[in-house]
């Protein structure tokens, strides 16, 4: 016979793991905490409702911008080329959401949003330099920007040496999304006589 002690025992059973429950912010919210001297905003962006930190920039990052801004102020004019400015998007998605893309191309002077956000018409272009993001600025920003119908989106992913390029929003997503390889150029919606060549945005000589 065997022994009750020496029988096999199942393991205790287990509850569900869930998530632990996150704060949904809003804009008015983050008003309040930057108001207040709670929240310093120079780090952060609001999306889906959720301060996303922006990361410390290492050097291949800092290089992508400055390459692909100082092109685009070359085609559009200093004036209409921002950094890490805030946007509005879609109204349904205004009051959770607040990005701040690594570069935007408006389409009026900068000097002309004194005290507002540009819309969405007001956007040529937007730019984000992706590195440990890259997952992040393909999916939920893409899609954030789409539907706003904002009429292009550049991504240029830093670890595979190409520029994603999204175009035509439809429905909440980008219907033409294109890759383009250093090798391979690629001319703005707002600019189409002028090429961007992909290689420029990489310093010569690194990897």
Same mark, same amino acid.
């Given at each position: 016979? @065997?022994?009750?002690?020496?029988?096999?025992?199942?393991?205790? %059973?287990?509850?569900? =793991?869930?998530?632990?429950?996150?704060?949904?912010?809003?804009?008015?919210?983050?008003?309040?905490?930057?108001? %207040? !001297? =709670?929240?310093?905003?120079?780090? =952060?962006?609001? @999306?889906? !409702?959720? =301060?996303?930190?922006?990361?410390g920039k290492k050097r291949p990052h800092v290089n992508g911008v400055t390459f692909v801004m100082a092109w685009l102020v070359r085609i559009f004019g200093q004036e209409f080329v921002n950094t890490e400015a805030p946007i509005d998007v879609a109204p349904e998605d205004n009051p959770t959401n607040e990005p701040e893309p690594d570069i935007i191309v408006l389409t009026r002077p900068s000097w002309e949003f004194a005290n507002a956000n540009p819309q969405p018409s007001d956007l040529h272009l937007l730019v984000e330099i992706s590195d440990t993001t890259l997952g992040f600025d393909l999916t939920t920003k893409a899609a954030l920007y789409a539907r706003a119908r904002i009429a292009e989106y550049w991504v240029l992913d830093l670890a595979a040496r190409r520029l994603v390029v999204h175009r035509d929003p439809q429905a909440g997503r980008y219907a033409t999304i294109a890759a383009y390889s250093e090798s391979e150029s690629v001319a703005p919606l707002a600019a189409p006589q002028s090429a961007f060549r992909v290689a420029d945005a990489f310093p010569s000589g690194t990897s």
């Open positions: 016979m @065997v022994s009750a002690s020496s029988r096999a025992r199942s393991p205790p %059973s287990r509850a569900p =793991l869930s998530p632990p429950p996150r704060k949904h912010w809003t804009r008015a919210e983050c008003a309040a905490l930057e108001a %207040s !001297g =709670l929240l310093t905003p120079q780090d =952060l962006e609001l @999306v889906e !409702g959720e =301060l996303i930190t922006r990361m």
